[in-house]
């Protein structure tokens, strides 16, 4: 079994006579991102969360054109929507599995952790197909952490994250005791 | 002197002094108050200024030097002890005795009375005359200094030559000492014992057993040994890999989704 490479040639074409950058068949623009924090300090939770959620599914998208997501392997996956996530710029992607629950990690990641997560929500849902739901469970310097799940149970991780409870100790009592 | 010239005098001597113990005292007193019957003119003449008068001293006679060398030989072997006696004895330190004085039975009138009845006739008027005080200091003044009384100076040195030669008696401190003082005890003098004597000797260094040793032994035993520091003495276990440590129980994850769709299925069920 060959492991799944992602090919990004020609993926994104600057052309300079027009001023134009394209993506995957589809016009994109080079923001800087501190002009992005300084929208999502001033702008409302709900159009930080259009915003990410814009962003990601114009990278899960492109991911799909790449692969078969019904029979996609884990491996190829997230191989194509990380190679994706990594042209737009957003930083490292991985998966993790915690049990049965599906966590995103994102390294390097110059966006704020409230736009990650309806970011990975939409490039998930774009590659996959399927509607789903996150939460952020961690946020350092390096790395964040995203919860992918529905959206009743992604709901009962954030009430308990926010009571104080730790999100290792929230996705267990997720588990109810099923492994 | 020979030895034996030493034994033979120094056994006349003892010979002396027995026979002079064994005379009865009651006697020799007759014989001295007889001997001294012509000198008791004075006592007759007893008064006032007599008793106050300071009593005349006896004569300064001295005896010739007594040079007497006793060689004293231990029975132990090597210990040879010679003891040289030189003394210079005069007769008025004899004479001074108070104890012979007291010592000896005071003699009665009635023995007087037989020599020279004319000074015991004195005597009792004396003693009738004069208050008790007065009798008193008089006796006193005769006790200290019987200068009326003279006495055989002879047997005295031969006495004190006995007792040196026999050690009957040691000499005694000298009276009416003042009382010691109170505070703190001199220190005791420092004696030095012949280890010969006393068969306590100091050891000597046991010699090394090899000779790498002898240099370090000889320097320990000048230097006290310096004090350690502990350290401490570790014993570990040794242990061998093996492969038959580990005992699974079951699998820690059965979940494992072929693909991304059937993962996401399962976080989706949570």
Same mark, same amino acid.
């Given at each position: 079994m060959t492991a799944p490479s992602f090919d990004p040639t020609h993926a994104v074409r600057f052309d300079l006579p027009r001023g134009s950058v394209?993506?995957?068949? $589809?016009?994109?623009?080079?923001?800087?991102?501190?002009?992005?924090?300084?929208?999502?300090?001033?702008?409302?939770?709900?159009?930080?969360?259009?915003?990410?959620?814009?962003?990601?599914?114009?990278?899960?998208?492109r991911a799909a054109a790449r692969m078969n997501p019904s029979t996609a392997a884990i491996e190829a996956f997230v191989t194509h929507l990380a190679g994706e996530a990594a042209i737009a710029g957003v930083g490292a992607l991985s998966v993790e599995r915690w049990g049965?629950?599906? *966590?995103? #990690?994102? $390294?390097?990641?110059?966006? *704020?952790?409230?736009?990650?997560?309806?970011?990975?929500?939409? /490039?998930?849902?774009? /590659?996959?197909?399927?509607?789903?739901?996150?939460?952020?469970?961690?946020?350092?310097?390096?790395?964040?952490?995203?919860?992918?799940?529905?959206?009743?149970?992604?709901?009962?991780?954030?009430?308990?994250?926010? /009571?104080?409870?730790?999100?290792?100790?929230?996705? /267990?009592?997720?588990?109810?005791?099923?492994? | 002197m020979s030895q034996a010239e030493k034994v033979g005098r120094l056994e006349a001597l003892l010979a002396r002094v027995r026979?002079?113990?064994?005379?009865?005292?009651?006697?020799?007193?007759? @014989?001295?108050?007889?001997?001294?019957?012509?000198?008791?003119?004075?006592?007759?003449?007893?008064?006032?200024d007599v008793l106050d008068a300071p009593t005349r001293p006896p004569p300064q006679m001295t005896e010739a030097d007594i040079v007497l060398e006793v060689d004293v030989q231990e029975t132990s072997q090597e210990t040879v002890i010679g003891v040289t006696v030189e003394e210079?004895?005069?007769?008025?330190?004899?004479?001074?005795?108070?104890?012979?004085?007291?010592?000896?039975?005071? #003699?009665?009138l009635e023995a007087l009375g037989d020599s020279s009845p004319e000074a015991a006739t004195e005597i009792r008027g004396v003693e009738q005359e004069s208050p008790p005080e007065v009798l008193a200091d008089v006796e006193e003044v005769v006790e200290d200094a019987p200068a009326s009384s003279r006495r055989p100076v002879a047997p005295e040195p031969e006495e004190q030559i006995a007792e040196i030669a026999f050690?009957?008696?040691?000499?005694?401190?000298?009276?009416?000492?003042?009382p010691p003082e109170s505070g703190r005890l001199p220190a005791a003098p420092v004696v030095e014992f012949d280890g010969d004597v006393t068969g306590v000797r100091e050891a000597t260094p046991i010699a090394p057993h090899r000779a790498?040793?002898?240099?370090?032994?000889?320097?320990?035993?000048?230097?006290? @040994?310096?004090?350690? $520091?502990?350290?401490p003495d570790v014993t570990r276990a040794r242990l061998t890999a093996s492969e038959d440590v580990v005992d699974v129980v079951g699998e820690a994850q059965r979940f494992a989704p072929p693909t991304f769709a059937a993962l996401l299925d399962a976080s989706l069920s949570l």
């Open positions: 394209r993506a995957g068949g $589809e016009g994109v623009l080079l923001v800087p991102t501190a002009a992005l924090d300084d929208l999502v300090l001033s702008a409302p939770a709900e159009a930080i969360e259009a915003l990410g959620r814009a962003l990601g599914a114009a990278i899960g998208r049965r629950a599906l *966590v995103v #990690v994102v $390294e390097d990641s110059p966006l *704020v952790g409230t736009l990650l997560s309806p970011l990975v929500a939409a /490039a998930v849902e774009a /590659a996959s197909g399927r509607p789903v739901a996150c939460t952020l469970l961690s946020r350092d310097e390096r790395s964040a952490r995203i919860l992918v799940g529905s959206e009743r149970g992604v709901g009962r991780v954030r009430e308990w994250v926010a /009571a104080g409870v730790p999100w290792g100790e929230a996705i /267990a009592r997720l588990h109810g005791g099923v492994t | 026979a002079r113990s064994a005379e009865p005292r009651r006697a020799r007193a007759t @014989e001295s108050a007889a001997a001294a019957a012509p000198a008791a003119e004075p006592v007759t003449m007893l008064d006032e210079a004895v005069t007769v008025e330190v004899s004479l001074e005795s108070r104890e012979r004085l007291v010592a000896a039975e005071p #003699v009665g050690g009957a008696q040691e000499p005694q401190p000298p009276r009416h000492t003042p790498e040793e002898l240099e370090p032994t000889a320097v320990s035993a000048l230097a006290p @040994e310096p004090v350690r $520091e502990l350290t």
